[in-house]
Protein backbone atom coordinates (compact mmCIF):
# COMPACT_ATOMS: atom_id res chain seq x y z
CA UNK A 1 0.00 0.00 0.00
CA UNK A 2 0.87 3.43 -1.35
CA UNK A 3 0.02 6.68 1.46
CA UNK A 4 0.62 9.41 -0.45
CA UNK A 5 1.80 12.53 2.06
CA UNK A 6 2.16 16.22 1.38
CA UNK A 7 5.46 17.98 2.30
CA UNK A 8 3.68 21.76 2.80
CA UNK A 9 0.34 23.17 3.11
CA UNK A 10 -1.50 26.83 3.80
CA UNK A 11 -3.71 27.68 6.71
CA UNK A 12 -6.42 30.51 6.30
CA UNK A 13 -7.01 31.38 9.70
CA UNK A 14 -10.88 32.60 10.46
CA UNK A 15 -10.20 35.74 11.35
CA UNK A 16 -12.46 39.02 11.36
CA UNK A 17 -13.74 38.47 7.83
CA UNK A 18 -10.47 36.72 6.07
CA UNK A 19 -12.64 33.89 5.06
CA UNK A 20 -14.87 35.88 2.76
CA UNK A 21 -12.28 37.67 0.97
CA UNK A 22 -11.04 37.11 -2.42
CA UNK A 23 -8.37 33.92 -2.40
CA UNK A 24 -5.64 36.34 -3.35
CA UNK A 25 -6.35 38.77 -0.30
CA UNK A 26 -6.94 36.34 3.02
CA UNK A 27 -4.30 35.89 4.96
CA UNK A 28 -2.55 32.58 4.44
CA UNK A 29 0.22 31.02 6.70
CA UNK A 30 2.64 28.93 4.17
CA UNK A 31 3.81 25.66 6.34
CA UNK A 32 5.89 22.14 6.04
CA UNK A 33 4.54 19.30 7.83
CA UNK A 34 7.53 18.37 10.51
CA UNK A 35 8.04 14.99 10.79
CA UNK A 36 6.87 12.37 13.26
CA UNK A 37 10.76 13.01 14.72
CA UNK A 38 10.53 16.52 14.85
CA UNK A 39 6.99 16.85 16.49
CA UNK A 40 8.21 14.89 19.10
CA UNK A 41 10.36 18.24 20.50
CA UNK A 42 7.33 20.09 20.06
CA UNK A 43 4.45 17.64 21.65
CA UNK A 44 5.49 14.76 24.40
CA UNK A 45 4.59 13.56 27.59
CA UNK A 46 8.10 13.90 29.99
CA UNK A 47 8.83 11.00 32.04
CA UNK A 48 6.50 10.14 35.71
CA UNK A 49 6.97 10.90 38.59
CA UNK A 50 6.55 9.67 41.34
CA UNK A 51 6.24 10.56 45.24
CA UNK A 52 5.54 8.75 48.57
CA UNK A 53 4.95 10.09 51.91
CA UNK A 54 5.43 7.68 54.39
CA UNK A 55 4.07 10.33 57.10
CA UNK A 56 0.22 10.00 55.74
CA UNK A 57 1.20 6.35 53.88
CA UNK A 58 0.10 8.07 50.69
CA UNK A 59 1.60 8.31 46.85
CA UNK A 60 1.18 10.79 44.33
CA UNK A 61 2.30 10.99 40.54
CA UNK A 62 2.88 13.42 38.03
CA UNK A 63 2.47 13.42 34.57
CA UNK A 64 3.51 16.92 32.52
CA UNK A 65 2.10 17.02 28.93
CA UNK A 66 4.44 19.71 26.60
CA UNK A 67 2.61 21.15 24.26
CA UNK A 68 4.72 23.96 22.57
CA UNK A 69 2.66 25.21 19.97
CA UNK A 70 4.71 28.53 19.23
CA UNK A 71 7.95 26.17 18.60
CA UNK A 72 6.01 24.32 15.98
CA UNK A 73 5.03 27.65 14.18
CA UNK A 74 8.40 28.92 14.34
CA UNK A 75 10.11 26.09 12.96
CA UNK A 76 7.54 24.91 10.40
CA UNK A 77 6.11 28.28 8.87
CA UNK A 78 7.70 29.46 6.12
CA UNK A 79 5.62 32.84 4.89
CA UNK A 80 2.86 34.62 5.19
CA UNK A 81 0.77 36.41 2.92
CA UNK A 82 -1.32 39.94 3.26
CA UNK A 83 -1.22 40.44 6.79
CA UNK A 84 -0.52 43.84 7.40
CA UNK A 85 -0.98 45.59 11.19
CA UNK A 86 -1.62 49.22 11.96
CA UNK A 87 -0.37 50.14 15.53
CA UNK A 88 -2.33 53.50 16.36
CA UNK A 89 -1.78 55.99 13.94
CA UNK A 90 1.52 54.88 12.72
CA UNK A 91 1.80 53.17 8.60
CA UNK A 92 0.54 49.84 8.16
CA UNK A 93 3.71 47.31 8.43
CA UNK A 94 3.78 43.90 6.35
CA UNK A 95 4.12 40.87 8.44
CA UNK A 96 5.85 38.33 6.28
CA UNK A 97 7.33 35.98 8.39
CA UNK A 98 6.41 33.64 11.88
CA UNK A 99 9.41 35.75 13.73
CA UNK A 100 7.40 39.05 13.32
CA UNK A 101 4.26 37.31 13.74
CA UNK A 102 4.75 36.57 17.23
CA UNK A 103 6.02 40.21 18.11
CA UNK A 104 2.08 41.66 17.55
CA UNK A 105 -0.59 41.29 19.86
CA UNK A 106 -2.73 38.73 17.91
CA UNK A 107 -3.18 35.92 20.26
CA UNK A 108 -6.51 34.52 18.80
CA UNK A 109 -4.86 34.37 15.37
CA UNK A 110 -1.58 32.32 17.29
CA UNK A 111 -4.13 29.96 18.70
CA UNK A 112 -5.73 29.01 15.48
CA UNK A 113 -2.75 28.67 13.76
CA UNK A 114 -1.14 26.63 16.45
CA UNK A 115 -3.99 24.35 16.94
CA UNK A 116 -3.87 23.87 12.86
CA UNK A 117 -0.39 22.93 13.24
CA UNK A 118 -0.31 20.63 16.44
CA UNK A 119 -3.29 18.37 14.44
CA UNK A 120 -2.04 18.70 11.09
CA UNK A 121 -1.77 15.89 9.08
CA UNK A 122 0.29 15.18 5.97
CA UNK A 123 -1.04 12.25 4.99
CA UNK A 124 -3.54 12.64 1.83
CA UNK A 125 -6.96 10.68 2.36
CA UNK A 126 -7.55 8.90 -0.68
CA UNK A 127 -11.25 6.91 -0.66
CA UNK A 128 -11.03 3.09 -2.32
Request: net charge negative.
Amino acid sequence: MIIQIKKTDVFIPDIEDNLEQPPSEQIKFHFRYASTEERKRYMHVKPMKFRTSKEINDSDMEVEYVQDGEGLAKATVTGIENLSVQNGDGAPKDIKTIAEFYKQPMSKMATQLETHLLNANAVVETKN
